[in-house]
């Protein structure tokens, strides 16, 4: 397990949101914010705090792909494997993406400074095969292009 | 399966029943009327028409994923589920039209391409939903190719990720996730039904799986009730004992022998094996629903410790010898029929059981007063809910409940005092939960944060931590509160209670020093908190009152219920659902033991003894004189025992030596009878004191009848034959006989006749009505030919409802320098009672010892940790056990059970005992608490002499 930060680390960030209705969600994405994942001591915290139970934060954190684990990389890149982009050789694509990587899906870089993972449309259709990098949409990319994109960011 | 009892109708009909205004549609070219808001696949089945489903059952909201119960409507597009599809007047459904047919055979070749093949070797071949569903759509082929999946162990040559193994760490039950549809029947059950939310679906799409959020089953917040298991359609929740012994062929209806709740619960046999025990969904007590006892806990009733053959000795140093039922008999009527020659006809006396059935009840007590010649009988009631009998009698004129279970379903403010009923009452709290989350409030007055203040979904509006000892002080306050901010409902009281006695009440509650800023410092409970908590219970609409022991089980047990029942009335809270005052009895029967005349100065029906022509009708059935002196209470007893002059105990089915409280006292007069007969399932604790020990049946081998916490007479059905060859009642006649008595009763049946036809309460109650209308609630008669299920509904039973002044009077028991902490008692969830019975079961994986509950404050000047062992010693006495530290218990204020022999809490106990019945004071005792190094001298010595007493002779060769 990856090192997990302290009750009292979770616990302010936690009460941060208490006074919203629906405070869940909210919670979850300001916990992976501050420690890049969703620390597994939190689910217990959480669960007294808003007075569920253990299994229901379990069943809502795993329902969204987002929600990590363990911390992904410095970088994040998310290549679209959705029907239109398939259609235009996405597969093809995201397999030489990640053999020049040396990655399988969800893998994370030696050097820990770039994570690839699947995503199943970034709703740019018009313009597949299409890529996230750090929440930033690139649409008609290559080989090439992915290649241009990653330097720019610096991995 | 068929139901060889009661022809009621067992058939699923999917979704919920609704109340409503009738509406009409046509099912399949069926004509049929339903409430409004009924979906249109309980419409259809009401019609004889069952539309498929997998993720639809009738205790369960509709859920609407499965897609099987699809149907075409006219006038509608599309093809709608039937479960999430309410009717409307004039609709008309097709269940079967081609187009459906075709869509459901689609459907379940998918569930069924991600599912093993394995029918013929699944614990659940013959009663899988899955197996009638593909026999119901006609499904002929599967053609999908084996790709990923969750169930195959490899896929090719790798091991297959998917595959999660069986989780078998509930000793009841296993979950196989290989053989899941995730219809999420059971993530709604242990949601909807229960209230525990121990289940989720975990990831999604087709990673959804079934989990607990904890590594197993075991170590997740899963209670065990087994709500989940009745839910699953497949073989993932399967009791461990049908995959064991295979599925059942015959069922019995009958009533579990737990709690006072009262399940009734359907025992599936093969043959005389009993496969397990299902809550039967047309109980009315619990609606369908069970805990871990009543469901799972039953092993005890063919545990090896068992005692099948009766035994004897001549003095309680002798090991047993074992003998015929003769030589039993004979050897114990010779030995009391001795002793009252000897020593007077007063000299030996009974206890009945609140375990046994009300004739086995009705039958110890008239031996009794018909064969020993006096009114010596008690019941471990005494040592319970005695001050509920007085204190309910005194004010409304019934010593009872007021209300049934439904009722909570009506109720808007609960206050729950002196009960932990998520422990002590399952299946009751699980519906108080779902109350709760339906929005009612609730009001805890108990010094321990229970589960119900704060649990999933669940939180207490208002929780007053009261110090122990100061129930009448909290609950006055509460009543001044309401009297002098004028919140006390006039027109009610003027209208159903003695306006004179209300007055002076109001004068007397009013006081200044009833306020709860006055007793603030000596409850502990802040004045603002207890206001506001009086306020929300005076104003906040339907207000009922649960108590339990907590209320009891002290010094002042009988003031405190007198005190609840005039908030009741203050507040009008009496004569209606969803309101009433509600003691949450604690065993199967105990309701029912004090209706039959178990009490030494009351006749069965609640009748003073003194009465000459109560003793008249039973002195014409029974053809004997009996004595207008009421008789001797169990620490009576005890204490003329050691006296002297009380010499013979007949003693059935209660362990008083574990139960009752200081047990240095009670082993004391137990040991200087000469008499003692035991009539038990094992060797109980009580029996180390005994001279003649009779082998009892299990409520699985006898019929009879039990009343629970709401009055409700419930049937008990022999589901097997005695193993030790008679059931109770049989073994009390055969007493009775040898003693003279001359009985001839063949059926528990001609029992109940005999107590319809003496007490008036019961006077309509016959085996036969039990069997049509399933159960009915006391009085039952010739006003209530169908029972009360509510009662003071047009006024009160004794006339007007009194209001009696409540005065606080704090305990003689009180802490000091040597004894600084006070010591409460309670129960857990997987135990019950003394347990007797649920130790041996495998519920031990939950709790095995008795542990000590401490306030992290109190344990650090103390030098005490988690699972240190310590000594808890009080004025009375001293024992060891480990320490829990926690901070549901308040400072000054330390907790434990009474489950376990070898902790005997009751050694820690005084003989302190309310001022009116004598209800011992177990809630509080004055304690001291420091590091130990294992067991007492008095747990070492006893254990010694227990072991010595249990020895039995080899059987002649």
Redesign the interface.
Known sequence: MHPQPSDQEIRPVIEAHLHLEGPLLPILHDLQARFGFIPDAA?GVI?EAL?????????VI??Y?DFRKAPAGQHVLKLCRAEACQSVGSEGLAQRVLANLGLEWHGTTADGKLTVEPVYCLGLCACAPALMLDGVVHGRVDDAGVVAILEEAGV | MKDLIIPWDETDKGTPLRVGAPVTLSVDGIEVTVPEGTSVMRAASDAGIQVPKLCATDSLEAFGSCRLCVVEIEGRRGTPASCTTPVVAGMVVKTRSEKVQKIRRGVMELYISDHPLDCLTCSANGDCELQDMAGAVGLREVRYEAGENHFEVRAGAAANAQYIPKDDSNPYFTYDPAKCIVCNRCVRACEEVQG?????????GFDSRV????PNFLE??CVSCGACVQACPTATLQEKSVIEIGTPERSVITTCAYCGVGCSFKAELNGDQLVRMVPWKHGKANRGHSCVKGRFAYGYATHQDRILNPMIRDKITDPWREVSWDEAMSFAAGRMRGLQDQYGKNAIGVITSSRCTNEETYLVQKLTRAVFGNNNTDTCARVCHSPTGYGLGQTFGTSAGTQDFDSVEHTDVVVVIGANPTDGHPVFASRLKKRLRAGAKLIVIDPRRIDLV??????AAHHLALRPGTNVAVVSAMAHVIVTEGLAAESYIRERCDWEEYLAYSDFIGDARHSPEATELLTGVPAAELRAAARAFATGGNGAIYYGLGVTEHSQGSTTVMGIANLAMLTGNVGRKGVGVNPLRGQNNVQGSCDMGSFPHELPGYRHVKGAEVRAIFEKAWGVEIDPEPGLRIPNMLDAAVEGTFKGLYCQGEDILQSDPDTKHVAAGLAAMECVIVHDLFLNETANYAHVFLPGSSFLEKDGTFTNAERRINRVRRVMAPKNGYEDWEVTQLLANAMGAGWHYTHPSQIMAEIAMTTPSFAGVTYEVLEEKGSVQWPCNEAHPDGTPLMHVDGFVRGKGRFIVTEYVATDEKTGPRFPLLLTTGRTLSQYNVGAQTRRTANVAWHDEDVLEIHPHDAEVRGVKDRDWVRLASRAGETSLRAKITDRVSPGVVYTTFHHPDTQANVITTDFSDWATNCPEFKVTAVQVNLSNGPSAWQEDYNAHAGLARRILPAAE
């Open positions: 689910r669960a007075n569920l139970s253990v299994a229901e934060v379990v069943g795993s329902f792909h | 525990t939310f121990a289940l989720t679906i975990e990831g999604r989990s607990v959020g904890a997740s917040d704060r649990s999933a979904h669940v939180s």
